[in-house]
């Protein structure tokens, strides 16, 4: 089976640098994706990592260590509109089915 | 493209109703996907559907519950008859290829509460 874990809040400031944790057990590994989800609406894809190493997408930026079954989502120069939760999620070992992470409520403050 | 629509949006219905919720994935996408989330449980995939047919329903909660997808534009999932605690928002995703290295798309979801 699949288990993924993260921490369920997060606060940080406007303008600063926050970090999201996820560790993963899984019986088979295709990658490590994330997620975003606002209030009420629907979860977004943000980033995909398959490989080790650092992914970034604009002020996103994701990171995989598959020794460490550990990934994190990085998020910097956080605005308001950031105010979010973020999901990491893995696919089953053949690829189909995802398996999220309980989600991380990430509150920015001005 | 509209993306994937699902309706209706809101339902509240009665314990015992039947309640039926719809879905049209991205025109293309070969892979569908029903999920449920709540605070408790989050985020939890029910079935999926690849090329029209039911793949995996493991995830699905109980007999209760049945999912369809008739043509390639078009799924349901059903509930009958429904309980509160079945009270959820309901997401159905597509997605080109396998999840592992395929994007979902997800629809705006149905909030579902059952009295």
């Known amino acids: 089976g699949q288990s993924l874990e993260q921490p369920s809040e997060v606060t940080a400031v406007e303008g600063a640098i926050v970090q999201i944790n996820c560790t993963y057990q899984?019986?088979?590994?295709?990658?490590l994706s994330w997620y975003q989800q606002h209030d009420g609406g629907a979860p977004t894809f943000l980033s995909y990592?398959?490989?080790?190493g650092l992914e970034e997408t604009g002020r996103f930026s994701s990171f995989l260590s598959r020794s460490d079954s550990y990934g994190y989502l990085l998020l910097q120069e956080l605005q308001m509109k950031d105010s979010a939760s973020y999901f990491c999620a893995a696919p089953d070992n053949a690829g189909n089915m995802l398996t999220f992470g309980g989600g991380t409520r990430l509150m920015v403050k001005p | 493209d509209a993306g994937v629509i699902q309706s209706p949006r809101h339902e509240v219905t009665e314990m015992g109703q039947e309640v039926t919720l719809r879905c049209k994935p991205i025109s293309g996408h070969d892979y569908l996907f029903w999920y449920r989330q709540t605070m408790m449980r989050g985020l939890e995939l029910l079935i999926y559907?690849?090329?029209?047919?039911?793949?995996?329903d493991s995830g699905m909660p109980e007999d209760r519950f049945s999912a369809k997808m008739p043509n390639a534009s078009f799924s349901t999932l059903k509930i009958q008859p429904s309980e509160p605690r079945d009270s959820a928002v309901y997401f159905c995703a597509s997605s080109l290829g396998l999840a592992g290295t395929d994007t979902q798309y997800f629809g705006p979801g149905t909030r579902l509460t059952v009295l």
């Open positions: 990592n398959a490989l080790d």
């Open positions: 899984t019986s088979g590994f295709y990658g």
């Open positions: 559907f690849n090329n029209n047919v039911p793949i995996d």
